[in-house]
């Protein structure tokens, strides 16, 4: 019994050991898949759109030509699967808008040297909210009660939390342990 409303697969092979098969492993969940993946060409749309994917993961750092970013977003949409664009910094977020995103992950690990700062992301989403129909998620360093709080406050939709629960033993378990601890502290009111 999985509670997480979708699930990020990683499928990126040569640093982390993922693969595309990964993502027809994880379709017996029947919660959307969002695809991880270095994406830098429309070709990985369309193999993407062959697996049980609803999302692709577009990192801005990676691909910060707007007319490529554009190209990948409008291919994926076209194909049904839900582009989530992942931004780092004010930058990167005034790019993913100006293409149109409306899912916009911030990622608070620096992929230039892997460092981690949830502040950062809480900060610049706070100075810049979701526009209209725009939807927020955070991502990286994020596994405690007060991270879940912290994500809330700063206006994020959703969290992509994923390492915290894949060193617990039962990953499942410990998803639950959160969400439960979570749901307490909001009928707490802290």
């Known amino acids: 019994y999985v509670r997480a409303d979708c699930l990020s697969v990683l499928t990126e092979s040569t640093y982390f050991a993922g693969r595309l098969g990964f993502l027809e492993a994880m379709a017996f969940s029947g919660k959307p898949l969002l695809r991880k993946d270095f994406i ?3 070709l990985q749309i369309l193999e993407t759109a062959e ?5 692709v993961l577009l990192i801005v750092r990676l691909t910060p030509d707007a007319v490529l970013l554009k190209e ?3 291919t994926a949409e076209e194909y049904g699967l839900a582009p989530v664009v992942e931004i780092h910094d004010s930058d990167e977020l ?3 808008r100006r293409v149109g995103a409306k899912l916009i992950q911030f990622n608070s690990r620096d992929l ?3 460092s981690v700062d949830p502040e950062r992301i809480f900060d610049l989403a706070i100075r ?3 526009g209209p129909g725009e939807l927020y998620v955070a991502a990286s360093g994020l596994s405690t009660v007060r991270d879940l709080a912290e994500v809330e406050a700063a206006g994020f939709g959703a969290a992509l939390m994923g390492t915290a629960f894949m060193r617990a ?3 499942g378990l410990a998803l639950g342990g959160l969400l439960d601890e979570f749901a307490a502290w909001r009928q707490k009111g802290d």
């Open 40 to 42: 830098f060409d429309p």
């Open 51 to 55: 697996t049980p994917a609803s999302a």
């Open 72 to 74: 990948l977003k409008d």
């Open 94 to 96: 005034e790019l993913a």
């Open 112 to 114: 230039r040297g892997l």
């Open 128 to 130: 810049e909210p979701p």
């Open 169 to 171: 033993q039962d990953p």
